[in-house]
């Protein structure tokens, strides 16, 4: 029982800490902290603690900012898998599939942001006056639009593009091929950390 005590009392200071680097913007700290306390919650205690879930989004938040991409997306996959049903922190869930929707967009993967966009809009349907939920709907509904508009003018310039190319010009074949577009999908994007301004009691996890 005392060591059991004395378990749960680390994991209480370590969550205190990560949460607290991270409203300091020291990201890198996060991770190192964040990581060490979900290894003693593995030890300890359910992997399916709240305050798991929320280590998993913050760390992931943090990576994302000191560009490690692919670390990122798994710790939110992290978060969506362990996040509960419950009350507490219900807004994991949809920011964790916010921020996997700017990964893909930066991957150049508009099929799949598209997909993560879209659960987002599902999962904060039903708390329309929320205002968390109200603000990640109304930032997947803008990133949603973006690509939409992107896909549309891509479609636009191909069409365009092809017209002139089988448009005869002096001097030259008319089987020129159409012109290829190159659109660099990550120079538009940058990843925006939207913080959900809470935390967890460390009591909730008992």
């Known amino acids: ?117 879209q659960v987002v809009l599902s999962t904060t349907a039903a708390s329309p006056n929320d205002p968390k939920a109200k603000e990640i709907r109304t930032e997947a509904a803008r990133h949603l639009a973006r690509i939409y508009e992107n896909g549309e003018m891509d479609n636009q310039a191909n069409l365009q593009s092809s017209k002139s190319a089988n448009e005869p010009v002096e001097g030259e074949s008319t089987n020129k091929p159409p012109s290829a577009i190159n659109r660099n999908p990550q120079s538009a994007i940058t990843f925006e950390v939207i913080d959900t301004g809470s935390s967890i009691s460390p009591e909730a996890q008992t």
């Open 1 to 117: 029982k005392q060591e059991s005590d004395s378990g749960e009392l680390r994991t209480k200071i370590g969550y205190r800490e990560t949460t607290l680097h991270f409203a300091l913007g020291e990201y890198a700290k996060v991770v190192e902290t964040g990581l060490e306390t979900l290894r003693q919650i593995g030890e300890s205690t359910s992997h399916q603690s709240p305050i798991t879930s929320h280590l998993y989004y913050l760390i992931g938040q943090s990576q994302m900012q000191l560009n490690q991409v692919d670390a990122a997306a798994e710790a939110f996959q992290q978060a969506i898998g362990v996040a509960t049903d419950g009350a507490t922190m219900p807004e994991i869930k949809p920011f964790s599939h916010f921020y996997l929707g700017q990964i893909h967009e930066r991957r150049g993967q508009t099929d799949q942001a598209i997909v993560e966009y």
